[in-house]
């Protein structure tokens, strides 16, 4: 690459120095070659191999095992491929992680999986951990945005498309874009994938996750106008016996992944009807549909922890409401992410 060139000696200081520059530029996939170049030759311990570990680590957000330890996630995803999987399939999936997904797939019978992962560091360690699990010869992990994978990469268009690339609401990794993508060009007509679909779901809840929104005076001094900058960081977490669903949950957004360019409404209206007694905060929360069998859902009242967050969005002041009481909430999101307000 041109103005990336090292000198002669290569020294671990002069690679790193040249691994920052092609980060900063966007040259990912070169940048984490260099750093671990670094790791290659620099002493252990010294500042060059630990700037290099830090950085490599750094670009791997710590939800990827987050993920892999919410079991519910997990059973639901593996209910589901098991149900699909069968003889002679040929399977893509769209941001492997540690590869479990896939690995689910070559275990449930599917003559192959590719799998691609756009972070270098992290196909990498996925690679490794397809060959010690003894799957090498079955799961090909691509180091690739999958809007860069083509049809010949995969030996032509798969049976089966797989994927777990959202947030807590739904949108917020790209993943309609990235199946509107890879659907015609990469899956056979007819071809099942998995999530079929998204759902992002609302009720009215009473939970002190919200309480830090409820900036009021502090020392004898009025600070209510911070209020703003916090409303919508505030966040709760299923299983977390702190969260009391104050309403029926309804849905906002339907997205279906299987037709992810289908015209879908971009703002709604609805009405929570009451379950009575106290409320603080809307939370909103999601839904996967894998097939028309399983669902994991990680509401607020669900009986464990889910590796995804809820969002909330604070009352001005607490409410008292009365059974089959209704309150209306607005939302619309950019097939990007969602807002939700009152």
Known sequence: MTGLQTDSKRTPAAVLKL?????????????????????????????EAISAQRRIV???????????????????????IRRAIKPGMRVFEIGTGAGLLAMMAARAGAAHVYTCEMNPAVAEVAREIV????????????????RDVKPEDLGGPVDLL???????????EGVLPAHEAAIPL???????????????????????????SWLDHIDGFDVRA????????????????????????????RFDLSCP??????????????????????????????????????????????CWEIPLEPLAKPILLAPDDHFVIHASHDRAGIIVWV
């Open 261 to 306: 360019n289908r015209v879908d409404p971009a703002q709604t209206t609805v009405s929570l009807r009451a379950r009575g007694g106290a409320a603080n905060a809307v939370a909103r929360w999601i839904a996967l549909d894998l097939d028309e069998h399983t669902r994991y859902e990680n509401a607020p009242d669900a009986n464990f922890r889910s």
């Open 58 to 80: 750094l670009s791997v957000p710590d939800w990827h095992a987050r993920m892999m330890h919410d079991q519910h996630r997990n059973g639901a995803y593996d209910e589901a």
């Open 186 to 212: 990469l899956l056979k007509p007819g071809g099942q994938v998995i999530p079929a679909r998204g759902i992002v779901r609302a009720a009215l809840v009473s939970t002190r996750a919200a309480e830090t």
């Open 131 to 146: 060959i010690r699990n003894g799957f090498a010869d079955r799961i090909t992990v691509l180091s690739r945005h999958s």
């Open 19 to 47: 691994a920052h520059v092609a980060f900063q530029m966007g040259a990912i996939d070169r940048a984490f070659a260099l750093y671990e170049e670094v790791l290659q030759i620099a002493p252990e311990n010294s500042v």
């Open 226 to 253: 911070f209020r703003k900058f916090l409303n919508h960081r505030n966040k709760a977490v299923s299983g977390d016996k702190v969260t009391r669903m104050a309403s029926d949950p309804v849905d906002l957004f």
């Open 162 to 172: 797989i994927s777990e690339i959202v947030d807590d609401s739904i949108l917020g």
